[in-house]
C-alpha cells in the first residue's frame, strides 16, 4: 500500500476505486476555519468558506513559532549550574572562593540571549542578579534555609560545632525595618524584669549566652532583634524595678516584634523557636487569641524542622548549648498542651515522635557556667550558686510532667464521648488511673513547690510565686477537666432521669470539682 502525498492533503491509493469512501487526513486548514475553529476539508476554496462566502487562505506553514529552547540555550543552562555547584563545594569546604567573573558573564550572556527569545525571557532582574551573586560570595549573609544536602555536607565538615550551629541558628536576616533605640536604662530595666519573674520557671534563654551577646559591640553578633523585642514586652508586663515610661508599654514592643516576625519566619532558628513562645505568653489572654496559636504552631513545626524532639537528631550532633535545645524544645510541649487545654483543639506534638530526654539539674551549658563564676556575684538576677539553678530546672521539669499528664487526659477525653459516661466501666477506671497520676504528681514535688491550703506554713496573702501558684491552679484544672463531664451530663438528664442527680458518680465529681475550684480561687487570692 503506498501513499499519495499531496500539498494539504495525505491520501491513501491502495484502491482508487474506493477512494472517496476513505477517509482523508488534512494536515492544513484554511486561515477562516482555523479562526473560527471548525474542521476545513483543505480544497482551496473549502466547502465551508464557499458555504460563507469568505476568503479562502492559506498561511505559509514556515512561518509557525519554532519549537523547543534556542541553541544554546541547554549548554548555556548546564554550565551555569555546574558554576554554582562548584562554588557551594568550595564554600562548604572553606576553601578560597574562585574567580566569579565567568559566573557573572554567564549570567549576562544569559540576559542577552533573553533579549533575543522574547519567549524565554529570564525572569532574574538585574537585583536578583547581583543578590544571588553576593551570596555565593557571603554565604553568611544570606536569609534562605540551606538544602538537606547542604546541611549534610556542613555536617561532615571538620569544624562540626560551628557549622551545626549555623544549622540550628542560621545568620539573622538583613532587615529593613528601622526601629527607634531604646534608652538602655530601660531595656536593662526590662531585661532584669523578664529574667527574674519567667526565666525561673521557663528557662529557655541561655542566660549567660544572652547577655554575652549583648555586650557586642558589633550588631550582627547581638542576639536577635526579634527575640530582644519580645523579652522586653515580658519584662514590661511585670511591675517596674524604675520609673514607669507610659511610652515603653508590652504593647509597643509587642507591635515592634509583629513588624519583625515577618522576616524571621522564612527559616528555622533556635531564637526565633524562643521568640514565638515568648509571644505566645504576650498574646495570651487578648482578643485575637487565635494569633498564639499560630506562634505556637510555628514554634512547635521550627523545633521539629532542626530535630530538637529526637535524641539523635542533628540539633544535638554537636556538645554545645545542649541543655539549652533541650528546654526550648519542652517549652515547645509544654506550649502544645497549654495551647489545647485552653482551645480544645488537638495537640499538635505526638508523644511517639519523641525521645529527647528530660533536662538534667546537673547539666549546665558552657555559657551559663562562665557567666555564673565572671558576673554571679554582681548581677541581682544571675545564679548566686549552683542550687539555685539546679531548682530552675527542678521547677522547669515539674511543668513537663504536669503537662505530660495534661496531654493524656486530654487525649482520652477527646477520643470518648459525653453521653453515657456514667455507664462506661473502662472510663471510670481510666479516670481513676488518672487522679492516682496526678496525686503522684503532688507527692513528688520538691519542698519549694509543695502548696498546702491547710498548712500553717502557707506563703502570706500576695506572696505566692507565680510559678507555684500557676504549677497548683494547673493541677485542679486537671481535676475539673476529668469531672466535669459527669457534672455536665446531669444538666442534659436531669429531666428524663430524677435519680441521677443522687448517684454516686455524680455526688463523687461534684464534691471533686468544688474541691477544686475552691483550691484554684485560694491560690489565685495569694499569688
Known sequence: MSLIILDDMIVDDSNCDSQENKRVKITTACDTCRRRKVKCDGESPCANCQRGNYQCTFSDASAKRPRGPPKGFVALIEDRLHTIESLLVNLVNKDTIPDISNLSK????????????????????????????????????????????????????QNSDN???????????????????????????????????????????????????????????????????????VGAMFPPTVKQNSEYSSQFFYDRARRLLDYFIDVPRLSTIQ????????????PSSYRSQTYSSIAIKMAQTIELNRKNGAAYQGAKDRQT???????????????????GDPLVINDKMCDIDLPSPDEIDQDDINFQNNEGSSSSTSYSNSSNYKQQINIFISYIRIAKLTG??????????????????????????????????????????????????????????????????????????????????????????????TSRTF???????????NKITNIGGKS
Open 325 to 343: 535545645k533541650k528546654l526550648v524544645w519542652w517549652g515547645c510541649f509544654i506550649l502544645d498542651r497549654l495551647n489545647s487545654l485552653n482551645t
Open 408 to 501: 493524656q487526659i486530654l487525649e482520652h477525653l477527646q477520643t470518648v464521648s459525653c453521653a453515657g459516661l456514667q455507664a462506661s466501666w473502662n472510663h471510670h477506671a481510666t479516670i481513676d488511673i488518672f487522679e492516682s497520676l496526678l496525686s503522684e504528681w503532688s507527692r513528688e514535688l520538691p519542698p519549694y513547690l509543695n502548696y498546702a491550703p491547710s498548712s500553717q506554713n502557707i506563703p502570706s496573702p500576695h506572696n505566692l510565686p507565680g510559678h507555684v501558684a500557676s504549677l497548683h491552679m494547673l493541677h485542679q484544672t486537671l481535676y475539673l477537666l476529668l469531672h466535669y463531664p459527669y457534672v455536665a451530663e446531669y444538666d442534659k438528664l436531669r429531666r428524663g432521669d430524677r435519680n441521677f442527680r
Open 275 to 286: 521568640a514565638l513562645i515568648l509571644l505566645y505568653m504576650v498574646d495570651q489572654g487578648k
Open 163 to 233: 557549622a551545626l550551629s549555623d544549622y540550628v541558628d542560621p545568620p539573622l536576616p538583613n532587615l529593613p525595618v528601622n526601629l527607634k533605640p531604646i534608652p538602655e536604662d530601660i531595656s536593662s530595666s526590662l531585661f532584669e524584669r523578664y529574667f527574674k519573674y519567667v526565666h525561673p520557671y521557663l528557662p529557655i534563654i541561655n542566660h549567660g549566652n544572652f547577655y554575652r551577646l549583648l555586650k557586642n559591640v558589633n550588631d550582627e553578633n547581638q542576639p536577635s532583634k526579634l527575640l530582644l523585642q519580645v523579652i522586653m514586652a
Open 507 to 517: 455526688i463523687k465529681s461534684m464534691n471533686i470539682c468544688n474541691t477544686a475550684a
Open 106 to 157: 554567564d549570567i549576562k550572556q544569559f540576559s542577552d540571549m533573553s533579549q533575543n527569545y522574547p519567549g524565554y525571557s529570564d525572569e532574574l532582574t538585574n537585583d536578583d542578579d547581583e543578590i544571588l551573586l553576593n551570596n555565593l560570595i557571603h554565604p553568611n549573609a544570606s536569609n534562605t534555609l540551606q538544602s538537606n544536602t547542604l546541611s549534610y555536607l556542613m555536617l561532615d565538615n
